[in-house]
């Protein structure tokens, strides 16, 4: 069975970033094991956390992304 992805919008812009989900968990100062769970939906992320991602994508990216749009389930 294939898995849900639940933040579509996140992993398709961390793809075009070419950020690995281990790469961007040590850029953020969190565990591969935390993101993991974050990713899976298991915990949340924190506002912190959030804004550190925005901040990495908007480091690579031309555009800057809303938290809406990165964080959006589903």
Do not use: W
Request: aromatic content about 8%; hydrophobic content about 45%.
């Amino acid at each position: 069975m294939a898995r849900d992805i639940i933040f579509r919008n996140l992993e398709a812009e961390l793809t075009r970033a070419k950020i690995t989900k281990a790469e961007l968990a040590a850029r953020i100062g969190i565990s591969t094991g935390s993101i993991s769970l974050k990713f899976n939906g298991k915990t949340e992320f924190t506002l912190p956390e959030m804004l550190a991602i925005q901040e990495q994508l908007k480091k690579v990216n031309v555009q800057e992304f809303t938290l809406d749009y990165l964080f959006m389930r589903g």
